[in-house]
């Protein structure tokens, strides 16, 4: 089965332009099976899918729910729970990777490293220290090998980090735009049908679950804006930051929240 893995949408992202139905209909016209919806720190895009299923125009392709999280110190994270699990401090993004994996964890839910070697301040490579890297990185349950969107060098050193910690590798297109859907890819050997059916794939099989390809975008906005994407970056930080900030305490209440029911 032939999944996109790292898919935004218009509806839950602020840089993505693709609506979900379109993102669905590209993908089922070039022979995908599924997609994982990774909007950042939202699920918008998702529940607009759910409306569509539940009105049964979704064609028989498979939407799966993901998140693309931003911790605080970590880089972007991918996520996936199982199907019917609802935790709202998923779409608050700023918590440590540390607090983010114990919670997917403790819920049955499975994550990794999205772009690892990536920009500064969204990869975990560049942006956790190095002996916190190693710390968690046996934590993880997969590593995205293949992202569309980065460059050969950054894609052969998330497989690197991928073949030392003995992880699975996922592919995907990070694709905002509809020209970037699809470019990435994973196939599953084994049969997904709904989240849960995912994450027992990859962790009965672990790296056998899998394997990953695709194309390489060539027209992303770092490549179009060259050096000028550096205060692009550097913009992410401060909006990070300030998004974390703004969020502290509606986080802190979930946190609670969370920490008492599983007492």
């Known amino acids: ?49 759910k409306k569509v299923r539940e009105e049964g125009r979704d064609g028989g392709f498979l939407v799966l ?7 605080i110190d970590a880089g972007h994270i991918l996520v996936i729970m199982p199907e019917g699990v609802k935790l709202k401090i998923l779409e608050l993004r700023g918590l440590p990777v ?38 968690v990185m046996d934590e993880f349950d ?6 569309a969107c980065e460059s050969p060098e950054s894609n052969a050193g998330a497989l690197e980090i991928a073949q030392m910690h003995g ?18 890819y994973t196939e599953f050997r084994g049969k997904i049908t709904c989240e849960s059916d995912l994450i027992r794939l990859v962790k009965e099989k672990g790296r056998e679950a899998c394997v990953c390809g695709g194309e390489y975008y060539g027209k992303t906005t770092k490549q179009k804006i060259g050096r000028a994407n550096n205060l692009l970056v550097d913009g992410f930080w401060f909006y990070n930051h300030l998004g974390s900030m703004v969020r502290h305490r509606k986080r802190i209440q979930e946190l609670r929240k969370y920490y008492i029911r599983i007492k």
């Open 65 to 71: 729910k993901g998140v693309e999280y931003d911790t």
């Open 98 to 135: 540390q607090f983010l994996i114990d919670i997917v964890h403790k819920n049955g839910g499975i994550l990794g490293p999205a772009h690892p070697c990536g920009e500064k301040y969204l990869s975990i490579v560049s942006t956790l220290a190095r002996r916190n890297q190693l710390a």
């Open 1 to 49: 089965m032939k999944f996109d893995m790292h898919c935004h949408t218009k509806e839950g992202s602020l840089d993505g332009k693709v609506p979900i139905e379109e993102f669905a209909a590209i993908l089922k016209s070039r022979g995908f099976s599924g997609m994982l919806v990774t909007d950042h720190d939202s699920y918008k895009g998702y529940r607009v899918w």
């Open 142 to 147: 997969f590593v995205e090998g293949f992202n």
């Open 167 to 184: 992880k699975p590798v996922f592919g995907g297109s990070d694709a905002h735009k509809a020209d970037c859907a699809g470019l990435g």
